[in-house]
């Protein structure tokens, strides 16, 4: 997946959080996971927006890993909403589906920038077979080590 177009999906999955949370009812639990799900469901875009900012590999890294942290904690709050009936399970089905697409992009690519720093150094071939594997990976890992990234440039 092109860099740009995992920035899109988490921005979307964002927007679509914030009209999620405005929907539920002004009520005390309704109010805590209005707040809630705003505030994690929001966090991988910004997390994902720093990680192409990154200082180094190990903060690309742990950015990435604090956007999978949001995503599970924001699919247990979409779940706990369904739970209370103030949205069909049915209803909020494309939203947990991509929140669970989005878990899997952010682990793959938290985890591989470390195997690829070790497949570098056994040799160029593995490098490359894993490249063909993950392609989307090839922009990931070239562009977080660059010092004067900016995405909007």
Known sequence: MQKF??????????VVSIKIAEQLPHSFAGNHLAGQLTRIGTAPALHYGEAQAAKSRADFIHK??????????????????????WFE??????????CNELISIFIKASVKPRKINQLA???????ARLFL??????????SYGQKNHHPRS
Not at 64 to 85: D, N, R
Not at 89 to 98: C, F, I, R, T, V
Not at 121 to 127: A, E, Q, R
């Open 121 to 127: 150094l056994s040799g160029p071939l593995l490098l």
């Open 89 to 98: 399970k049915d209803n909020l089905s494309l939203e947990l589906s991509e």
């Open 5 to 14: 177009l995992l920035a899109e999906r988490v921005i979307d999955f964002a």
């Open 133 to 142: 594997v993950h392609p989307f990976l090839v922009l990931l890992f070239f």
């Open 64 to 85: 990435m890993k604090l956007s999978v942290k949001e995503l599970h904690e924001t699919f247990h709050c979409l779940k706990i909403i369904a739970k209370m009936g």
